[in-house]
């Protein structure tokens, strides 16, 4: 499977600055990428589906202009959240779509804190 | 409607089997079946992905029932390092309102 990578790995930020995570597919093409976001003890929730050259998918609830993400290559997908307050504070993790519709291979995961 | 139930915690001990069953009485007829194992602060990892019957490989076996409204992740001779999360999803596509994460069974492996 593809070997995604994610950066930074944990980030401590205040509230009201902007954060931007990397996720890059290190060895596979990646047109398409996903966003989740998982609270403590909780599930993942998708967040957005990432496809390169276009905008992004925002699943229902997900803000758009708070949840910026930019997927300029094929290596590369990026998400910021702007004006980061303390109730966004979760786990940040990101996948790559493989070749078959169903199928997707995660990276690490981002802590992000906002104090 | 969630489109999968699953036990929400499971405990057991080294070298036994376990079973984890997931229920998903309206799986679709181009839905697969796929279970991700996580430990805490690290991204899901692939475990193995069925259609119908059985499908083994060197980690595991998923067993599907004809009618495919369940399925069983079978994971022969637990250590305690196989003590985490384990997400059974279904679905044809990623996205789409297809392939959610539900609430996962957390197994927790005892010496």
């Known amino acids: 499977g593809a070997v995604v990578s994610q950066h930074p790995s944990w980030v401590i930020c205040k509230s009201g600055t902007s954060v931007k995570i990397e996720c890059r597919s290190l060895d596979f093409q990646a047109t398409t990428m996903f966003w989740y976001r998982q609270f403590p003890k909780q599930s993942l929730m998708l967040m957005a589906t990432s496809n390169e050259g276009s905008k992004a998918t925002y699943e229902q609830g997900v803000e758009k202009d708070k949840f910026l993400i930019n997927h300029a290559s094929l290596t590369l997908s990026t998400l910021t959240v702007t004006s980061a307050h303390p109730e966004d504070s979760s786990f940040y993790i990101c996948?790559?779509?493989?070749?078959?519709?169903?199928?997707?291979?995660f990276g690490p995961g981002t802590r992000l804190t906002v104090l | 409607l969630a489109k999968t139930t699953q036990p929400i915690s499971m405990d057991s001990y080294e070298g036994q089997e376990v079973n984890i069953t997931c229920s998903h009485n309206n799986i679709a007829t181009n839905d697969y079946i796929t279970w991700y194992q996580q430990f805490p602060s690290q991204g899901p990892r692939f475990i193995i992905q069925?259609?119908?019957t059985k499908v083994t490989n060197e980690v595991a076996s998923l067993f599907i029932p004809a009618d495919r409204k369940s399925s069983t992740l079978s994971l022969p001779r637990v250590s305690l390092s196989d003590t985490a999360v384990y997400y059974c999803l279904v679905g044809e596509r990623i996205g789409n309102n297809d392939m959610r994460f539900g609430a996962g069974t957390r197994l927790t492996v005892k010496p």
């Open positions: 996948s790559v779509a493989g070749a078959l519709d169903n199928e997707q291979f």
């Open positions: 069925g259609y119908k």
